[in-house]
């Protein structure tokens, strides 16, 4: 877990967070902005290169960049309608960089989740939720993930939300559920639930998935 130690000089905040050994060191150079260097890991005999990586909000001239990047064979417009979240002010886009290539993203809502399965329980106001969170498969397993989460999390802290959760896979991505557990989120205990999502193929054909999830939860 990060060790975090944060100054403040006017508006601009300076937060430096050691992390352990796997996950490397990281400095916040101005609010909202996150450098960090991942260092190099074995894979097999060779030594993967250190990977540098700028997390920060989504910017609008961007968003073609990452509908390209990320998903190129659809036309549902999601990096657009994630910036509309952070532009009506319910919550930021972050969009980890290596060099000039956007290789993750999560997007963080100030509360939430709105899924009448979660909120006849909880009380979500002052709940930050994540969504919407991917790693390029070719930068998969280096950190980039937990870097992006725990940004978000530093963000929702300081936004005085309680508690962060998020919805995974119930048992189709235990991947992602390890990733969630090593950094402390806790089944919420009450069960799985369906969530739906409409997806636009590059054709313009709409589909409807469906997965039944469960939630995550963890205090600030
Ligand atoms: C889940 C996902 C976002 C993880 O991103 P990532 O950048 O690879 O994650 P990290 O490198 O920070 O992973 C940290 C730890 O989480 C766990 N983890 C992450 N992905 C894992 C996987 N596929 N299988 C098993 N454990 C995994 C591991 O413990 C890992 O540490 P390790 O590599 O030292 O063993 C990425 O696999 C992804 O984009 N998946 C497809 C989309 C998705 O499922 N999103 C989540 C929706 S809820």
Redesign the pocket.
């Known amino acids: 877990m990060a060790a975090v130690s944060a100054l403040r000089s006017g508006k601009t905040s300076i937060i430096k967070a050691k992390f352990h050994s ?1 996950t490397g060191f990281s400095s916040v150079l101005a609010c909202g902005m996150i450098e960090l260097s991942i260092p190099g890991e074995e894979a097999g005999n060779k030594m993967r290169d250190t990977l540098q990586i700028t997390i920060k909000p989504v910017e609008e001239a961007q968003l073609d960049i990452l509908e390209q990047a990320f998903d190129p064979d659809s036309l549902s417009k999601y990096h657009y309608k994630r910036f509309e979240v952070q532009k009506s002010g319910a919550g930021v886009y972050l969009i980890a960089w290596h060099n000039y290539t956007p290789v ?1 993203h999560f997007l963080l809502y100030w509360s939430g989740p709105y899924d009448a399965q979660v909120t006849r329980y909880l009380d979500i106001t002052s709940r930050a939720f994540l969504q919407a ?3 390029k498969s070719e ?8 870097a992006l989460i725990q940004e978000a999390e530093r963000l929702a802290a300081e936004k005085r939300c309680t508690h962060i959760g ?1 919805e ?2 119930s048992t189709d ?4 559920k ?2 969630y557990e ?1 950094l402390g989120y806790v089944d919420w205990g009450r069960g799985e639930f369906e969530i739906q999502w409409e997806h636009i193929d590059k054709h313009g054909n709409k589909r409807i998935f469906s997965e039944m999830v469960t939630y995550m939860q963890k205090s600030l």
Do not use: D, W
């Open positions: 796997s993750g969170g991917a790693t930068f998969q397993r280096r950190g980039v993930a937990t998020l995974v896979g991505n235990p991947g992602a390890r990733l090593k």
